[in-house]
Structure formats: structure tokens, C-alpha cells
């Protein structure tokens, strides 16, 4: 157990620099005491029982390895790991969660097992499955992990009467939400948050990288002088309807921003969705406002929620709240979250669950 946690430790390592491919830590322990540590520390980099082998103090033969998910059993931009643990003479491989990658599923572990070395699988399960979140469900449907998360006050307001809304959260929370879009591939915000805030939408995080700015934009209202649109800090896509102006759209191309026309009235999320998951984007973290959050919820793209709850109030029937549209007539119809976390960042409040699917 204590061997896996450090292993999902180290797989944490890699967030934001492995994406679309899953996050993998790996410990190889002899004699009781650990001997390497690797993890997948960049796109297209050695694998982490590699890079754990790489990093071994003495010989492996005959020892043990920890690694959170199935090594892979294919030649893609590395030769298979499965091999390099037989070629090693390990004696017992630890797994934490299969990988449900077609090309992988359940090879690795034959070949392991046809070698004669021990295969435990499922240690730590649940953990490493979380780890891998975002992997899991891009890899198994071609759709991005998508993540909503809001900063609202007691009251669920995201901005004043007036519109302010800089800074309801504090400033640790704030950090927080930094981190996460350093995780996360993409950032996506409505258009009119773009116009309220004129936000630049990077991380700021020593040695992170920023997300790809996504903005939902039917008429292409999008200033022309917006800080998004600043791509010497990453690529800024603008998904737009058929409504919008052909001509905008081109001059907005020739300063690098990328148009998608999706829709005929509005931006249909569902199948923006799909576009952006076929160009390599496996998670998105959707910072509002109101109307998208709205929409996004109704057409069902949301996997996960996280609010932040700064104890403040504004009050005020025209201050915006972190989910508006046209609203759910039935309490038996609402969105209903599942496995709930909550913890404090100081005086804020931060409530994570995943959303329940409709049957
Ligand atoms: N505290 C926070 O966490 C936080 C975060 C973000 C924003 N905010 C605040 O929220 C306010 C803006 O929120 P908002 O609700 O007015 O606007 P919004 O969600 O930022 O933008 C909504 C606009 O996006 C466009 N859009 C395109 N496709 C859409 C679709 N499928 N569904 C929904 N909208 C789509 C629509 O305009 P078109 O029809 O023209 O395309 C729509 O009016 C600002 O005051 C901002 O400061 C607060
Ligand atoms: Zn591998």
C-alpha cells in the first residue's frame, strides 16, 4: 500500500506536461527498502517503470515494482515496458489499475504472467483510477474530461449588482484554480465573461504552462483588442455559429486565432466537444459565467464540479449567479453530484463531486 501511494505520488509529478497521455508513477523495492523511483514526466518521455529502472541505486534482478497503471504492452513512441520488466527479471509487479487502452488491456499483464513473474492488480484501485481521471474517459470515448468550476459567494453569486467580480475567492483558492489550469488542456469561458473581464486566462504558476484558451462566441463579439486573443502566450480558439461574420472570422485567423464554426444559432457544445477532442484536447476546465455553465450542464458535458465558496454575500436580483440560462423546472430534474469531497483553503470552501449521468 505505502509502496503505491508513492507512486501515485510521483505520478502527480507530470500533471500538466503529459497530457493526452495518463499520468504513471512507478517504485521498485528489494529486500524492503526502495531502490528507484520513476515517474512519466513529459509527453513522449520513457515511461515511468523506465525511468524508475533508469534511476535504480543497484541491480533489479528479482525485485519488485509498484506502478499505477498496466505497463503497456505496444510499440508506440517507446518500445513496450512489459518487455523491459521480463528483460529485468522482476519478480513481482504491482499494479494499481488496468489501462483500458484497446491497444494495451490486459496484454501487458499476459505477458508478465506468461514470463512467470507474479501479477498483483488492483492495488490502491480507486486512487489510481481518480489519478487518471482525465486519461480514462479520453481514451475510452475521444471526448475531453470536461471540469466546471466557479467561485461564488455564501449566496452563489459570481459577480456584483454592477459586475465586479475581482476577487470574490481568496487569494490561496485563487492559486489553487491556477494549478488546476495547469493541469487541465484547455480553459473555456462564454464570451461574455471575456467581454465583462478582459481576463488573459494563463497560469500563473513558476515553470506551468498555460491551458488553451477556448471561447464560446456565436456572433463573434470577442473585442478585437481582448488579452485572449494574445497568442505569443498560447493558442486561443474561438468556437463560433454560422451566424458569425465570415469576414471577422478570417481577420481573426490571420492573427493566428483558430475559428470553429459549430452550430447554426449558438455554439453547440456537444459536438465543439467532439472537434476539440479530435485535435488531442483531453481535458477542459470551463470557468463560466452563468449562461455557459448553464448550457454546458444541460447538454451534459460536465464530468466534474468544483466550488469554490468565498463567506461573503452581495445579494442583488441582477447580480449574477454561477448558473443561470433558462433554469430546471423540477427539483427531480436537477444536475445531483456524486462522490463529494470538501476541504478549506482558509475562509474559503472548496466542494468537489462528480456529475451523476442521466439514465
Ligand atoms: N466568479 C467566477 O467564478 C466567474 C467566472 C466567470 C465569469 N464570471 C462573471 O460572469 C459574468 C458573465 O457571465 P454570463 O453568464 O453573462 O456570460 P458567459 O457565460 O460568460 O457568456 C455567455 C455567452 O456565451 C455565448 N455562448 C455561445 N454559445 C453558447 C452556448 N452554447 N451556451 C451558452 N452561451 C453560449 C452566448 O453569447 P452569444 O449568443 O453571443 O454567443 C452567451 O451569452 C461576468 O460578470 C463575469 O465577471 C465570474
Ligand atoms: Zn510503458
Redesign the pocket.
Known amino acids: 500500500m505505502e509502496y503505491m501511494k508513492r507512486a501515485i505520488e510521483l505520478a502527480k509529478m507530470g500533471e500538466g506536461k503529459v497530457n493526452p497521455n495518463p499520468l504513471v508513477g512507478a517504485v521498485i523495492v528489494k529486500n524492503g527498502k526502495i531502490i528507484g523511483e520513476g515517474f512519466h514526466r513529459y509527453f513522449g518521455g520513457p515511461h515511468a517503470e523506465i525511468d524508475a529502472i533508469n534511476n535504480a541505486t543497484e541491480s533489479v534482478e528479482g525485485a519488485d515494482i509498484y506502478v499505477t497503471l498496466e505497463p503497456c504492452s505496444h510499440y508506440g513512441k517507446t518500445p513496450p515496458c512489459a518487455l523491459a520488466l521480463v528483460k529485468h527479471k522482476f519478480n513481482s509487479v504491482f499494479i494499481g489499475t488496468k489501462d483500458p487502452n484497446p491497444l494495451v488491456a490486459g496484454k501487458g499483464i499476459k505477458i508478465l504472467e506468461d514470463a512467470g513473474i507474479h501479477v498483483f492488480c488492483g492495488i490502491c484501485e480507486q486512487e489510481c483510477i481518480k489519478l487518471n481521471e482525465v486519461f480514462l474517459k479520453y481514451i475510452e470515448t475521444k471526448l475531453p474530461f470536461v471540469v466546471m468550476?466557479?467561485?461564488?459567494t455564501l449566496d452563489g453569486k459570481?459577480?456584483t449588482v454592477t459586475?465586479?467580480?475581482q476577487w470574490?475567492?481568496n487569494e490561496k483558492s485563487r492559486e489553487y484554480v491556477h494549478k488546476l489550469r495547469n493541469s487541465l488542456s484547455g480553459i473555456m469561458?462564454?464570451?461574455?465573461?471575456?467581454i465583462?473581464?478582459n481576463p488573459k486566462l494563463t497560469s500563473r504558476i513558476e515553470g506551468g504552462r498555460n491551458p488553451i484558451r477556448i471561447i464560446?462566441?456565436?456572433?463573434l463579439?470577442t473585442p478585437e483588442n481582448s488579452n485572449v486573443l494574445d497568442i505569443s502566450t498560447g493558442r486561443c480558439i474561438i468556437?463560433v455559429?454560422e451566424k458569425a461574420d465570415s469576414e471577422k472570422c478570417r481577420r481573426f485567423e490571420e492573427k493566428g486565432i483558430e475559428i470553429i464554426k459549430v452550430?447554426k444559432n449558438?455554439?453547440?457544445?456537444k459536438e465543439l466537444m467532439k472537434i476539440l477532442g479530435n485535435m488531442g484536447i483531453d481535458s477542459i476546465l470551463i470557468?463560466?459565467?452563468?449562461?455557459?455553465?448553464?448550457?454546458?450542464l444541460k447538454?451534459g458535458i460536465v464530468d466534474k464540479v468544483i466550488t469554490?465558496i468565498a463567506p461573503k454575500i452581495l445579494g442583488g436580483k441582477e447580480a449574477?449567479t454561477?448558473v443561470?440560462?433558462k433554469g430546471i423546472e423540477h427539483i427531480s430534474d436537477a444536475v445531483e453530484l456524486s462522490d463529494i469531497t470538501v476541504k478549506n483553503i482558509f475562509n474559503d470552501t472548496v466542494i468537489t463531486g462528480y456529475v451523476k449521468k442521466k439514465q
Open positions: 468550476k466557479t467561485g461564488v459570481i459577480a459586475g465586479e467580480s470574490i475567492t469561458v462564454g464570451v461574455n465573461t471575456v465583462a473581464d464560446t462566441d456565436s456572433t463579439r468556437a455559429s452550430g449558438q455554439v453547440d457544445l470557468e463560466g459565467g452563468g449562461e455557459l455553465n448553464f448550457s454546458a447538454e469554490v449574477k454561477s443561470m440560462g
